[in-house]
């Protein structure tokens, strides 16, 4: 397994941009798929964006398509999430997950395996 920590949350006005990224631990990085998902208060987590093992194919929900560009470095071992045009109804807790399983669609269906703590991420209207 990888452990996962996000940075890059805050405060930001609606119609602004935030950059989240993911540092991860563990050798084997390059082979895993990386997702983010989001959880706002009172609201079941939901997925984001994910990114295959080589950077080749993302993935993204209808609520941020267009808005958010997902990417990764796996020469320093971190995913980040480019957010613009950021709304009130983007507030919510940030998480980066992370899964060794090759078929990033299956993992997106059936479930991350490693999951960071989580960054707040709060946009005012």
């Known amino acids: 397994q990888v452990q996962l920590v996000e940075s890059g949350g805050g405060l930001v006005q609606a119609g602004g941009s935030l950059r989240l990224s993911c540092a991860a631990s563990g050798r084997t990085f390059s082979s895993y798929a990386m997702g983010w998902f989001r959880q706002a208060p009172g609201k079941e987590r939901e997925f984001v964006a994910a990114?295959?093992?080589?950077?080749?194919?993302?993935y993204y929900a209808d609520s941020v398509k267009g808005r958010c560009t997902i990417s990764r470095d796996n020469a320093k071992n971190t995913v980040s999430l480019q957010m613009n045009s950021l709304q009130p109804e983007d507030t919510a807790v940030y998480y980066c997950?992370?899964?060794?399983?090759?078929?990033?669609?299956?993992?997106?269906?059936?479930?991350?395996?490693?999951w960071g703590q989580g960054t707040q991420v709060t946009v005012s209207s």
């Open positions: 997950a992370a899964d060794p399983r090759t078929d990033t669609i299956v993992v997106i269906t059936t479930g991350f395996g490693s």
């Open positions: 990114i295959s093992w080589s950077g080749g194919r993302t």
